[in-house]
């Protein structure tokens, strides 16, 4: 069962040009043109071989123009950019004068520079070419940076727009935009080649600025991903101002372990810049998918991981309790792989950039408890929203720590999810149930001689005003079912 429902029909078509409507910062992103399929569906090989290096921690993503083309986002390319700045500028701009090739973005920023007085306004120009800190974030976009987060991959991005960082919900906070960037943060997962549209004066858009050393140049950094796998996705058509980032990267680096995606990758090979730019890449590495195609592939492998575990866990516990877990397995699978991910990043409390909740033991645990309620009761097992599991008419909502808390601490983070649920229209009226995973330290049930709050008076679950902080909390240890279950 999906919460992120699948498009009830395809968005009306917009220029690049005009913004879209803003989004808020806690804006729900899953409802994207493309359909995810199951998580429990099965992947193409090349996505099997790259699952390994992320597991590893030795993939690396370099994303191109094409990831943000996709729908929702819908931005433009760069050949497209070049177009659209010579156009603005064009009969606008004191001074400018048409470059040979307008398509090519280097040579009409080059152009213009000089008449502009200088990079600064040419800098600010090129920001009102597209919607780059407001377009929708996709499902690539979604999917990267769930990956990021996890510590699946590493990514370079050639794009300005925000949308992998929004798409991200907070949780990317080192993204290296600069040289100093790439210094100053400790672990790196998303560095910008080209700068970002959040701060203009990053924008590398000159032939001159593009002899300055590149972002990855910092020592550690360059190390930690000189010889990882790295695919290239979303650079099929390689615009002229990625260029000559390419080829320094493919020099410098010299990956060994590289594969392209694009759709046209193989049909068009000759005709493509990768058959200069990597003349011996063989065929089976020219990856002819969409950007959101291949992503949510590798998203969903990932996510799949939890799955195969659990179920590999479970293989020796009673039979009853099997066929309890192989149902919640079941009712994770039909998740797409988006959705999939975040229901556990959704279970765990205060998760970490970087630190996997899908290969967390606390996380196989819970899934594994669900199963044992489950088995329990004859009732459909659904998952109607992020870290929540329904058995029939029983909702439990889970709580994963990612090491050992003491109960006050779960307690008050299960009040804070229970008044938003209650606020948000969500949770079970008058209760709500907790499942929750690891190790906790103390009486997780509030206890019994807790003085009521005499100034309030007798709490109703049913007011506007104080009935999310009525709600009461009921908790279940997924140790103790284990244990019994063992």
Known sequence: MRWAASPRGRPARRDATVPPLPRSEGADYSACVHTSAPVSSAVPAVVLTLLDAARRGNLVLCIG????????????????????????????????????????????????????????????????????????????????????????????????????????????????????????????????????????????????????????????FAERIRGSAMVFIGIGDVADYAQRRLRQLLEELAPLDVRVVSPSIRDGWDASMWSELLPELEEDRRVAQTADVFLDALARAWARELLERVGADASELSDDIQAGVRRVIDALGQLGSVDAIR???????????????????????????????????EADVTTPRPACCAIGDNVYELLVPRERMFAPDVRREARRRAQQLASDGLGSEGETTFLVGGTVIGQLDEPADTPPDVLAGTPDATNLIDGPSAVELRYIRASTLLENAA
């Open 65 to 220: 123009a094409g990831v943000s083309m996709a729908d929702d986002a819908r931005l433009p390319s760069g050949v497209r950019l070049g177009e659209l700045l010579h156009e603005r500028l064009d009969g606008r701009l004191d001074g400018y004068v048409r470059p040979e090739d307008v398509q090519d973005l280097i040579a009409v920023a080059d152009a213009a520079v000089a008449p502009a007085g200088g990079l600064e306004a040419l800098q600010v120009e090129v920001l009102e070419l597209a919607p780059f800190n407001t377009a929708v974030p996709n499902y690539g976009h979604q999917a990267i940076a769930l990956l990021l987060v996890e510590g699946a991959l590493t990514a370079l991005s050639w794009n300005w727009d925000t949308c992998i960082e929004r798409a991200g919900r907070g949780e990317l906070q080192e993204v290296a935009r600069t040289q100093a960037d790439m210094e100053g943060f400790g672990d790196v997962r998303l560095a910008k080649i080209h700068g970002c549209a959040i701060m203009r004066r990053t924008l590398l858009i000159t032939s001159e600025q593009l002899t300055s050393p590149p972002v990855w140049a910092e020592h550690a």
């Open 343 to 377: 229901w556990c990043r959704n279970a765990t409390i205060q998760p970490v950039s970087g630190e996997s909740a899908v290969r967390a033991e606390n996380t196989g645990d819970v899934v594994i408890a669900a199963g044992v309620l489950v088995a329990r009761a």
